[in-house]
């Protein structure tokens, strides 16, 4: 898929040729990194309670690998995924989705039961941005 890096590399601010060099710093696939992103292991599994910051509903996912927090606004498969930050309490994915836009997401973990989520990015052709608070709040 050709237009996964151009597309990265603009919602980025970054040129295709500085994207390019990132694979020079070892930068891969979320895919291709396997369970890689540390933050989401330590996350209590279980049903967790979604709160968008304004006017919209809470919402309740079922929590499992962690991963779930990353695509809030595109739940379908097939998408790809771009890790931008991976630290002990904090993770930046980007991630696009063929067909249905793309976004990125970052989740900063507070407890392994309570996490804060900005994610941004285009879904059905629109754009959304969305800052909530996620919490443990039983089980499955």
């Known amino acids: 898929m050709k237009q996964a890096p151009a597309i990265l590399a603009m919602a980025l601010g970054l040129s295709t040729l500085a994207l390019a060099g990132w694979g020079a710093l070892g930068t891969a696939p979320l895919a291709a990194q396997g369970n890689g992103l540390a933050l989401l292991g330590t996350l209590a ?69 309570l996490v804060q989520i900005e994610s941004q990015g285009i879904h059905d052709g629109m754009p959304f941005q969305m800052t909530a608070e996620a919490r443990r709040t039983g089980s499955c």
Not at 51 to 72: F, H, M, N, T, Y
Not at 91 to 105: F, H, I, K
């Open 45 to 113: 599994k279980g049903e967790w309670t979604l709160r968008p910051r304004g006017d919209a509903a809470p919402r309740k996912l079922c929590l499992r690998s962690g991963g779930e927090l990353i695509q809030i606004m595109h739940q379908e498969s097939g998408c790809s995924q771009f890790v931008i930050e991976d630290a002990a309490n904090r993770v930046t994915v980007q991630y696009t989705c063929p067909g249905n836009g793309y976004g990125r997401t970052s989740i900063r973990r507070e407890t392994p039961a």
